[in-house]
Each structure stands twice: as C-alpha cells, then as structure tokens.
C-alpha cells in the first residue's frame, strides 16, 4: 500500500525532469498511474467485502509514535476506490480537455500529487500520517486552483482556499495532538477500544471542536463555506476533482473514521445536525440565485456535503449507511455533471445557463449522460439516487428527536437538488438551437465518454444495488463499531411512507424546475446581501489582521538597534524583577565569600574607568578604545578565575570587535549628537536597574546548593572517553559536538546576512 | 592608517599568527586553544593585514573569497561527525581515534577535524563580515 501511496509522488517528481514528453500525444498516458492503482484496490474487493482488514505499518518517527500505517478497510476502499476511479476518468479527461496547454505537465504533476496525498489520508491509520497528508491535499488544492495563475482572482481564490483550508489543517493537529495525549496512541484503530476514556475525558469537549473545525473548513460547512465557490475558478477537471468529488469529502471521511471513536452522546449529534443541517438547506436555497453552471454545481455540492455531515451527525446504523451510498451517488453524478459542464464550456465558451439551449442536437451523448446524472441526481428511479435518497428519509424518520423536522428539511434541500442537477444537466440541451452555437461539433472522446460511464454506472447501481450493499456499504457500517444489524439496500421497498415522501420531493423538484428559470434579476437580487456573507465578513476580519499587525510591527520594529535593545532589556527587568522580588530576602551569605584580592581591585577599577570613559567621551574612537577596555579586563578576570580558553576566546573576540568599530566609525563624520540628555539619563536608568537585578540574581544563585555532578562527570571522562585533556574543548568538539555544528551554521547565517544585505544594498546604489 | 611601522610588522606578523592560529588550533585537545579561537586568530592576522597593506592586497594574498571556507568547514565538521556512522558503525559524533599520535601534530581523530571544521567556519565568516563591511563603506 505504501508503494501505492507513493506511486503518485514519485510521478509528480518523474513530471519535473521529464515534463516535456507529457504534454503533447503523450498526455493520456499518464492515466496509466490512477487506472493501475484503481485495478491495484480493486482486487482487495473480495477480502473487504467478507469483513476482513487489511493492516500494513512503516516506521517512520517511531520515538513519537508516528508511523506510515495503512489500514484499508470498508470506508478507505470505498475512498481509495473514488479517488483512483474518478481519478483515471479526470486524467484521460483533460488530456483532451487541457490539450496543448503550455503547463499541462505541471497540471499532471500536480494532480497526481493531489491524487497521492488523498490516498494517504484515507489509508493512514495514524493520526499524524493523517494530518500530514491532510495538508498534502489542501496545498496541492492551492496549486491546482490557482493554475491559470496569471489571472488575479484565481491566485485569489486559491489563497482564501488556502487560508480556510490551512486553519482547519492547525485545527486538526490541535486535536490529534490531544487525541493522541489522551488516549497514547496516534493510532486510530487502537482507539476504537478507547471510546469511553476518550469521551468521558477532560478534553473532550475541545477534541470534538478542533476535529469539527477541521471537518467544517475541510468540506465547505457554513460557515466556512465560501471557499468552494472560489475554488471554481480552477480549471473543471480540478473542480470535478478535488472540489465535488473527492478533497472536500476528506472532512466528511474525518468525522466517518472518528465516529466509533469520538462520537459519545448529544453534542455530537447536536453540533453535526445542526451545521449540517444549516448547510444544506443554505446552500440548496443559493442553487437558484446562480446562472454560472458551475455555481449552481458548486453550491449543490456545499448542499450535498451538508447532508453527508447531517447525517453523520443522526449517527444511526441507517443513517451511516445512508451517507455511505450518498457519497456514492454524490461522486457519480456531481463528477460527471462538472465534466459536461466542461465540455459545454469548452464547446460554447461559455457557461451561463440563461444563454445555453439545444445542445442536445449537436452533443448528443453528452446531453444522454446529462440526463441519466440529472435523474440520479434528483433521486428518480431506477438510479442509485432514488436509493440514496429513500435511504435518507429512512433515517431522518426513525431519528429520535424532532424527526418531522430533520425529514421536511432533508425533503426541501432535495427538492433544490432537484431543481439543480436538471437545471445542470438537461436545460443547457433542450429547447431550440440558438445560431450562433450551430457550428458546435463533438469533442474527442476522450471528454465525452468518463461522464457517461458514471452515469451509466450510478444507473447499473440503482439497478442492482446488492453491488453496493455487499463492496461498501456492509463493510462501512462494521467499520463504525455500532451494534451491525443486517440490512438489505433495495430499489423497491414497496408502498410506505418513504415511497411517499419521494414521490413528493420528485413533484416539488419538477414543478421549482418547470416554473423557475434561473435569470441574472434574481442572481442580482442576493448580491444586495453580500456585505453580510460569511465570506465578506472573512475577508474584512483578515483584512483587519492585517492592519493590526501592521500596526504591530511597526511599533515594535522600528529598525534602530537600541530600541530593540531598550525593549529587550525592559521586558527582562520586569520579567526578572517579578521573579526576584516575588520571593527573594538580601540574606545572602557573604562570610563563604573569598577575599578580595589586591588583582580583583585593581581590575575593577580598570573596568570601572573604561565603562565611564565609555559613556562620557566626546570622541567616538576614544569609546571604542575604552570599551576595548572593558573587553580586555574581563579576559583578564577570566583568567584569574581559571578560565583560560574563555579569556583567550575574549580577547580575541574583542580585538576583533574593536577593530570592526573603528573600520565603521572611522569613515563617520567627525561628531554627531545623537542622543538628548534624557533619553541618555533614561538608557542609563536602564542599564542601572538591569546590571542590579543581575547582581541580585547572582547573589540569589549563591544560595542555590552546587551541584557538582555535571563538571565531575566531564572531568573524570574527557580522558577516559574522548581522548582529551582540555574539559573545554572536549566538550565543544565531543560531547556537545552538534550544538557546536549548529553554533557554527548559525555562524555563517549571521555572515551570510551580513554579505546579502550590504552587498544588495550596494547592487542598488550601482543602478542609480 | 597606513603607517611604516604597522606595515612592515605586519608583513613579519602575518605569517607568525597564521602559524600560532594553527598551533592553537592544534593544542587544544589538551591545553587551552581549539578551533574557535584559532580560527578567531587567523581573522585577526588576515584583518590586520588589510588595515596596513589595504582590503585588495589581503584579498590578493587569500587567492579566494573568505566566504568560500564556511561550506568547506561546515562540510568538514559534518562529515567528520558522520564518519563514525560510516566507518565504525558508531552512533553519529563518537570520537574515533588513530592509535598511534603523530609528531608535532599529536593524536588523530575525528574530533581533530571537526575542530578544523570550526577552525574554518570561524576564519570564513568573519573575514566575510569584516570584508564586506569594509567594502561597503
């Protein structure tokens, strides 16, 4: 499985060198990776189907518990199935679809990468795995929404997507961090048998917000939502993709796998329903302000991801299963209806449905796959969709609370479905052939033929739904740990309530489609609205941040080394001053104290003299000289205290630094005044109070009892272990070596800035 | 600053704190010295060289940018501390020594080089500094 995962980077980075085969004729061939691994998971069908799990475990970070482990059970095969499946259909898509585009290479490298990582994160059984691959989606979802990125609202939209996105990717670490805290382990299938010490935990509460909020940003949940229509900007082949098909189900699949581990008792079904429930019903009502095909799509998907978490939220063994198909039924028509959006936008030019009619006559097995979509989509029968949605009223019905409510809702957001899978699929075909679209021929293939497949399959399955009882749906419902009783998914269940409340939802859905024609006064009508969208709202907050930070920065940052210092200073005075004072008595022992002797004096002195010359001195070499000074007394007191590596390494330091000094302030004018008289008083003030609390400190220090342990373990090995006899040394080049290695990196960091700032500088000078 | 008397020591001091650099580098597995200060040595010499005889005859005499030693002392001191996972199969910076000390040299080992590695990184950026600020002027 790990080569299977991998399989797509590894091609990805093949795309980097050998791009350039990959754009002309050659293209198609690159679906030869999605379709071998959709072949590679098919043959795990049978083994899943009789209940068995496949584990397979890598190690990677095993000191943290994070580790390649791959579980492929029901829910992941059904994932690894879509991902792969429509993947293959995407590939050969646009090949015909991006032909002789300029960066169709890039365009592959990124979708396999994108395809790579959503396997990943459906395999992974660890939560860490998970998390990483999670990220993987979201920044090959930038990538691929901003690839037209000459194009301003492209690189727009691909940013928001990313900032949504990438909270909820921090979210999601949040919460499996302290997942993983609370019950050892990062991996998922040992949780299972955790599910009561993880419920009834402190943080609990706060693992099921951080797992939401990464699930609501991840699927578009309201109010998160705004990101998925922007996300349209990205060519179709990305929108079928990523943003209906596959990516934005990965926080759906989240809450999936975290059902039989977090799903303890009313708040999680409150949260769910009611955000799921908001959702859909939100965004189905959005479908019929919109003329873009693709809005209407994009919006219908938003509705459809609603529902997926609604009913995750019912949480009920019908309810699961009921979004197990739904997933299903989702991918199959909502991939193809983008794929025919595609194709009528690559045909016509354009996408706006009050101009489109009559394709039919010149696309005609594109207008049959619209149509077999638009009828499962709106849920009539035989398609699979009729089951999906039959299977949807089931569960809202027999739901415990308020089930009048939960099933009229579900009733109206699918009537809107409805109303938009046939405004997407069969309006832009039917009617007359307006002139200017007569000269409209049929595409290759290659693009016509991937939607029809998955509409004829949604028709196969609504047929024969036993295809899909026995590969997914009774495998997830075991995956989800709940009390398994055997069902049976069935076209006809006879005359009863179900039936009913179906053949309502199909009425309502073609009367909204007969009686409303969707037009630009009604698109205009909700934009009076906008400053009051979630999205608006986003974007001022962000702005806002902005302008605070800015704020902030340039408070802080001012670019003058002295109040970096000043500020630095400060903080510490406070910080240390709280500290010492907070629990300190001036009892210090001074009797264990050694005498001071005559060499201690006369240094200090020295020291003394050189820091008020320092201070006082109108010339400013005659400072650098004294400060020299200062610099050489305390080598010199190094010295004395048995340090002679440290005054070696002092002295030569400060002659270095001296001799910097005097090269800078040698070319300076003669005398500049800097500094009025208060602000002098306050630096000194500063350094005053800092150099007592430091005194203060270290008298505190001298109570501390030694401990000894440290040098003595150092004296006694330098020898015996490293071959040394200077302690000082051994310990650089031996015992911390690799603090001395990234002493040394930092080092040449410091030099390189050094070099890059003052040699960009002069490069600017030269071109004036 | 260039004065007779500072420019004719320093073509005699040049290579006399070029030599004690090494000697320090060199000692200081047993006595005080070691890589750092040696390397900080070495810049001085090269710095005060630049000061009598000017910045382009002390670029003239290293042949090289300064710069140029940090990746080749970095790229000792790592391969040094690697060595013992390559050749000895030892966890990553154990000190592997020759067994028989060299003359004038002294014993051999890994650390030795690593403390070249330093010896380097030091000499190169901060004549890298020194230079380039001195250039900027």
Redesign the interface.
């Known amino acids: 499985m790990l080569a299977a995962v991998l399989l797509g980077f590894l091609f990805s980075l093949f795309l980097v060198f050998a791009g350039s085969y990959f754009k002309g004729k050659l293209a198609v061939l690159s679906s030869i990776i999605p379709i071998s691994l959709f072949v590679y998971f098919l043959s795990f069908l049978p083994e899943i189907s009789n209940g068995e799990v496949v584990y397979e475990s890598y190690e990677w970070i095993p000191s943290f518990g994070v580790n390649l482990s791959f579980t492929l059970d029901g829910l992941a095969l059904l994932f690894a199935l879509m991902i792969t499946g429509i993947g293959s259909l995407v590939f050969l898509y646009t090949s015909a679809y991006l032909k002789g585009h300029k960066y169709l290479d890039r365009f592959y490298g990124y979708l396999s990468l994108f395809m790579a990582s959503m396997l990943g994160l459906v395999l992974s059984d660890n939560l860490m795995s998970l998390f990483i691959f999670w990220e993987l989606t979201s920044i090959s979802s930038f990538y691929l929404i901003g690839f037209n990125n000459d194009k301003a609202d492209s690189r727009k939209s691909a940013l928001v997507a990313l900032g949504i996105t990438g909270i909820g990717g921090l979210l999601l670490l949040g919460g499996a961090v302290l997942l993983g805290d609370v019950a050892g382990t990062y991996r998922i299938s040992e949780m299972l048998s955790m599910r009561d010490s993880i419920t009834d935990s402190s943080h609990y509460i706060l693992i099921l917000l951080l797992i939401f909020g990464a699930a609501f940003t991840k699927s578009a949940q309201f109010p998160f939502h705004f990101w998925l229509p922007g996300a349209m900007k990205a060519p179709t082949p990305v929108s079928t993709y990523l943003h209906s098909a596959t990516m934005v189900k990965a926080g759906v699949y989240l809450l999936f796998r975290m059902t039989p581990v977090l799903n303890g008792g009313d708040i999680w079904h409150t949260i769910l329903i009611v955000v799921g429930g908001i959702t859909m019903l939100y965004s189905a009502i959005h479908i019929i302000f919109r003329t873009d095909l693709k809005g209407i799509l994009a919006y219908s998907t938003i509705s459809a991801l609603g529902i997926l978490v609604f009913l995750i939220g019912i949480g009920t063994q019908a309810a699961l299963i009921a979004a197990a198909v739904f997933i299903v039924v989702h991918a199959l028509y909502k991939a193809s209806l983008f794929l025919i959006t595609g194709i009528i936008d690559h045909e016509t030019g354009t996408r706006d449905v009050t101009q489109l009619a009559g394709l039919r006559k010149v696309l005609l097995p594109v207008a049959i796959a619209g149509f077999i979509a638009a009828l499962i989509s709106g849920g009539v029968p035989p398609t699979l969709g009729f089951v999906g949605k039959d299977l949807i009223y089931e569960s809202t019905l027999h739901f415990t609370n308020n089930a009048v409510l939960l099933t009229i809702l579900a009733i109206s957001t699918n009537v809107f479905l409805f109303y938009a899978g046939f405004v997407a699929g069969v309006k832009p075909f039917m009617g007359p052939l307006p002139k200017k679209f007569e000269n409209i021929h049929l595409p290759s293939p290659l693009m016509w033929v991937p939607p029809l497949i998955m509409t004829l399959a949604g028709l196969v399955f609504g047929i024969f739904p036993g295809l899909i009882e026995s590969a997914f749906a009774k495998p997830i419902a075991m995956t989800q740990a709940i009390a398994f009783e055997d069902f049976h998914l069935k076209l006809w269940h006879g005359f009863n309530t179900v039936l009913g409340l179906s053949a309502i939802t199909l009425v309502l859905g073609t009367i909204l489609y007969l009686k409303l024609t969707p037009s630009h006064a009604l698109e205009n009508s909700i934009a009076k609205f906008n400053f009051i969208s979630p999205k608006i709202l986003f974007l001022k907050l962000s702005e806002g941040f902005a302008v605070f930070s800015s704020y902030w920065t340039n408070f802080f940052q001012t670019g003058y080394l002295r109040h970096y210092i000043s500020t630095i200073v400060a903080f510490l005075i406070l910080l240390l001053g709280y500290l010492i004072f907070s629990d300190f008595s001036l009892e210090s022992d001074f009797s264990t104290l050694a005498e001071l002797t005559i060499y201690e004096i006369s240094i200090l002195l020295m020291l003394l003299a050189g820091v008020l010359y320092t201070v006082f001195t109108k010339s400013r070499l005659a400072a650098v000289a004294a400060l020299g000074v200062v610099g050489l007394s305390f080598s010199l007191l190094f010295l004395f205290y048995s340090a002679?590596?440290l005054a070696?390494?002092q002295f030569?330091?400060d002659?270095?630094t001296v001799?910097?000094f005097v090269?800078?302030l040698?070319?300076l004018p003669r005398y500049l005044n800097l500094s009025d008289r208060w602000l002098r008083i306050k630096h000194g003030v500063l350094s005053a109070s800092f150099g007592v609390l430091i005194t203060l400190l270290i008298l505190r220090v001298l109570k501390e009892p030694k401990n000894t342990e440290i040098t003595e373990f150092y004296a006694e090995n330098a020898y015996k272990?490293?071959?040394?006899?200077?302690v000082?040394?051994?310990i650089?080049?031996?015992f911390r070596?690799?603090d001395?290695?990234i002493e040394?990196?930092v080092?040449?960091v410091?030099?390189?800035g050094?070099?890059g700032l003052?040699?960009l500088?002069?490069k600017t000078k030269d071109k004036k | 600053m260039r004065t007779i008397i500072l420019k004719s020591a320093s073509s005699y001091l040049l290579p006399v704190l070029l030599l004690f650099s090494v000697f320090i580098l060199l000692r200081g597995h047993y006595l005080p010295g070691g890589g750092f200060v040696g390397g900080l040595v070495a810049a001085i010499a090269f710095v005060l060289d630049a000061f009598s005889n000017g910045l382009d005859k002390a670029k003239k005499i290293l042949k090289f940018h300064p710069g140029f030693l940090m990746p080749v002392g970095l790229s000792v001191a790592f391969l040094s501390g690697i060595s013992p996972l390559v050749f000895a199969d030892l966890p990553m910076m154990t000190g592997i020594w020759a067994e028989n000390p060299i003359p004038v040299i002294g014993a051999i080992g890994s650390p030795l080089f690593f403390d070249i590695g330093v010896y380097l990184v030091v000499i190169g950026s901060s004549l890298t500094i020194i230079f380039t600020i001195s250039e900027s002027l």
Do not use: E
């Open positions: 002679p590596d070696m390494t030569s330091v002659t270095l001799i910097l090269l800078v040698y070319k272990l490293a071959h040394g006899k200077n000082v040394n051994v650089l080049v031996d070596g690799i001395t290695m040394i990196s080092l040449i410091a030099a390189l050094v070099f003052l040699k500088r002069l």
